[in-house]
């Protein structure tokens, strides 16, 4: 994929970047030389590659790490218990999927409103469609995370860039309960390996990141990141 100085790296801020879009698109489009349809099938396509990078391909993921579990599991285990084997996950009312190249699309789509003589510099601002990332105009870090799993039970990876900064802050919250100060991560990937609150039963585990300055929290938190451990 060709990057765009516009469009963020990591696939947390891209989600916050296409909600921002979508929403200012509805406003400056008709003006832009977009038609309603158009518009209206960009934001369908857009929400389609969100719920998929969010939901579909977290869940996907998910389910190849506890079947490769069962399947050494139950090559090797000699503890003689019998676990039901894993299933995908089932979506309710998924969205209706779209032809693929969205984000291809969506890069030709705002090359031509920038021809449009309606354009100006204020609208892309506005938009999101100018200027670059620089190392320093970070405000919270862009955590990635991932199930692993060591020889007990699964563990959340939490990968991050620095730009710089000396240290991450992470904080945690399980099955909706109380935000916690769960470590301070000064290199990536940084591992949640705190066992379950209750064992063999999953829980949902969310995190925030922000950077750690001179043993203090600086700038904004990051959109929280979620995902589901299991046993």
Known sequence: ??????????EASRV???????????????????????????????????WLIQY?????????????????????????????????VVFDNPPEPCPPGILARLFKLIQRIK??????????????????????THAYPEGNQSIKRNTTQEYVEIKFPKYHHTAVLIESRRNGGDWENVGVGQISPWNDERPLQTAGVPEVREYRLCWYEN??????????????VGP
């Open 1 to 10: 994929m060709m990057k765009q100085p516009y469009f963020p790296h990591t």
């Open 16 to 50: 916050i970047w296409i909600n921002h879009f979508c929403i200012k698109f509805n406003a400056y489009g008709p003006g832009l030389g977009v038609g309603p349809d158009e518009i209206a099938t960009t934001a369908k396509h857009l929400q389609y590659y969100v």
């Open 56 to 88: 579909w391909y977290v869940s996907v993921q998910q389910f190849a790490l506890a079947a490769t579990a069962t399947k050494e599991s139950m090559a090797m285990d000699e503890s003689g218990i019998i676990t039901a084997l894993p299933v995908p």
């Open 115 to 136: 021809t449009s003589p309606n354009y100006t510099e204020a609208i892309g601002q506005d938009l999101g469609i100018i200027g670059s990332q620089a190392a320093d």
């Open 215 to 228: 043993n203090k929290i600086s700038g904004d938190f990051s959109p929280v990141i979620k995902i589901t």
